[in-house]
């Protein structure tokens, strides 16, 4: 059964505190991609990769950091930097992110982060 | 760059009644354009997607979508709505640079008995 699986589902944090939240895929995809979640605003861009190895800045990448070391695998951390981590992040990926018609992202079911 | 806007971050109608739920985008390029579903604590399902094939695209769960370039709309309809309906819809487009999406800010269904 193909699909997307994100670890955990609800992720508890202390200020200060860095953490990292898990993304696996095993629709043998090429591209990934993180989003955050806020109330009201949509999802915004956080990483995205498009080969293992290499991976790019999105639109809010200030306080995260990812890795791509393998295919199937995209985790996402959150440091302590980042200012305002509470929020519900969503990993998705595509076949091979070049923006042709059949490069349709599927996402995640999501981690909701809250920063106690 | 490219922008979505959803008007209405709030839709409520009656079951049966028809749904419509609005999307207005802006891109420099031909685009291709998306509508995704989110149920509560839930990731995002694909519903239906525009690729220039046809301009009346039908998606899952009876819901389709019409490409208008002279209105630069993609608007999101279902004729009768069902309680199971109720959920978060994302309009999203994509085209200028690779597959990077621009989502809207998402529109609340809500559905009345």
């Known amino acids: 059964d193909g699909g997307i699986t994100q670890s955990p589902k609800y992720l508890f944090r202390k200020e200060g505190q860095n953490v990292t939240l898990s993304c696996e895929q095993n629709?043998?995809?090429?591209?990934m991609y993180w989003y955050r979640q806020d109330p009201g605003q949509g999802l915004r861009l956080i990483y995205y990769?498009?080969?293992?190895?290499?991976?790019q800045k999105g639109d809010i990448a200030e306080g995260y950091s990812v890795s791509r070391e393998k295919k199937e695998s995209f985790p996402l951390t959150v440091t302590s930097a980042q200012k305002n981590p509470t929020a519900f992040y969503l990993c998705?990926?595509?076949?091979?992110?070049?923006?042709?018609?059949?490069?349709?992202?599927?996402f995640g079911p999501g981690t909701r982060l809250t920063v106690l | 760059a490219q922008s979505v806007t959803q008007l209405g971050s709030h839709v409520s109608v009656s079951e049966g009644a028809l749904v419509l739920l609005r999307c207005n985008y802006s891109?420099?390029?031909?685009?291709?354009l998306f509508w995704y579903v989110q149920y509560p604590n839930q990731g995002l399902q694909l519903l239906l997607k525009?690729?220039?094939?046809?301009?009346l695209v039908k998606g899952i769960n009876g819901f389709e979508a019409e490409f208008k370039k002279s209105e630069t709309s993609f608007h999101l309809t279902k004729p009768s709505a069902h309680m199971s309906d109720a959920a978060e819809y994302f309009c999203?487009?994509?085209?200028?640079?690779?597959?990077?999406?621009?989502f809207g800010g998402g529109t609340r269904l809500m559905v009345k008995p």
């Open positions: 998705a990926s595509s076949i091979d992110g070049g923006g042709s018609s059949t490069d349709t992202q599927y």
């Open positions: 629709l043998n995809h090429d591209a």
């Open positions: 990769s498009q080969i293992v190895n290499d991976f």
């Open positions: 891109s420099s390029v031909p685009p291709y």
């Open positions: 525009y690729t220039s094939a046809a301009t």
């Open positions: 999203a487009v994509s085209g200028v640079a690779g597959n990077m999406l621009t």
